[in-house]
């Protein structure tokens, strides 16, 4: 038998009439999802076309993707802090609110020092949103749907990259980069209508006390499960933000069907994510070990594939599977070892993925301006997600340690 949510508890809502108003709020959510990421990720099919309208190098493009990624990762603690007392609506309101300015100025930018800050305006919305958006999808419903719900909202993330991103790509290849962020802006304020329409107030949530939630970031599983994040999404991002010169100048795919490619990646990303969660609900410390084994193989192979348009098209799904493979995993185990304060643990592990996608960025750039050519850009890939794999083992290894103690404490006092 379900348990009531709190609203239902409380006697506010009928239970039919409840579960439709979840179903559209968990919509409204979603639809925020997907713009926000339309707009973290877009920006890799479009470095051709930005870096020569402003007349920058493709690796200078490159850290537009850095500054957003380094403004989700200082946006995350500090706004987590100032909406901490907000009712959580409102908190999503006022993070939208963010996301639209930023978009709007990336759409009117007329020089790459604008558009570097309008990217992290945008940015600065996202690890809130995702945190706190991740508590209220999981109030709205019985508790036995939480981990449901919490997945419908991030299949807006997902269909970012599926169907955002390379249409996003398309448009800006044939209007020009700016209308894609125009399109955007305008998808975040349908966003901001749908989530003051639909999520309903929720006063009965508690604000999540920072005090119990900062002393948690002490404990060093924590710590080294960020550290897991930053290092084993790293990888991908070296690469991927260098994927449209790669398939265009390695693989010789035409700038028309780059973005065709990148939905073949965004299927990838959704079996990946589906594939990582079951895997992590199965054996998560292993499942993470071995997805990163075969991610760094994937990325070394590319420095060879990129050459076959046919090969480097097949790595790139098979490469958009097991990079997704390690989220649900990854996001699983901070929240794990952070059980005593959960929400800001899991907002900076948002914060975490996007460092190591700016480290992943600015890496990749290093490789492209010392000359030594984007399949290199992919074995640097590989090094950063083995880098990942070694934290992981770290963990595991500490965490066999810290059980055989506790152990031995028994036996003695048995």
Known sequence: ??????????????????????????????????????????????????????????????????????????????????????ERRHALLLLLGLFILG??????????????????????????????????????VPREQAASAIALMFTGLTLANVLGVPFGTFLGQWAGWRATFGAVTVLGVLAAIAVWRLVPALPDLPAPNLRRELVVLRQPQVLLALAMT??????????????????????HVSVGATGWVLVLFGAGTTIG???????????????????????????????????STVAAIVTVFVWGVFAFATVPPLQMRVVQQAADGPHLASTLNIAAFNLGNAIGAFIGGVVIDAGLGLPFVSMAGAAVALLGLIATLSSAALERRRVSASTAACAVGA
């Open 1 to 86: 038998m379900n348990s009531p949510t709190p609203l239902e508890a409380a006697g506010r809502l009928p239970s039919a009439a409840h579960a439709a108003s979840s179903r559209l709020a968990l919509f409204a959510l979603a639809v925020a999802a997907f713009a926000i990421g339309t707009t973290e990720f877009v920006i890799m099919g479009l470095l051709p076309e930005v870096a020569s309208d402003l007349h920058v190098s493709i690796s200078s493009a490159g850290l537009l993707v850095s500054g957003y990624a380094l403004g989700v990762a200082a946006g995350a603690p500090i706004l987590a802090a100032l909406t901490a007392r907000m």
């Open 103 to 140: 978009n709007a100025l990336c759409a009117i930018a007329p020089g790459y020092g604008l558009l570097m800050v309008a990217r992290v305006v945008a940015a600065f919305c996202h690890g809130s949103f995702f945190g706190i958006g991740a508590v209220v999808a999981s109030h709205l």
């Open 230 to 251: 930053v290092l084993g999404f790293g990888g991908v991002f070296t690469v991927f933000t260098y994927i449209a010169p790669i398939l265009q100048q390695q693989a």
């Open 273 to 307: 994510n589906m594939l990582g969660g079951r895997l992590a609900d199965w054996r998560l410390m292993p499942s993470l070990a071995g997805v990163l084994v075969v991610l760094s193989l994937v990325m070394l192979a590319f420095a060879w594939t990129m050459h």
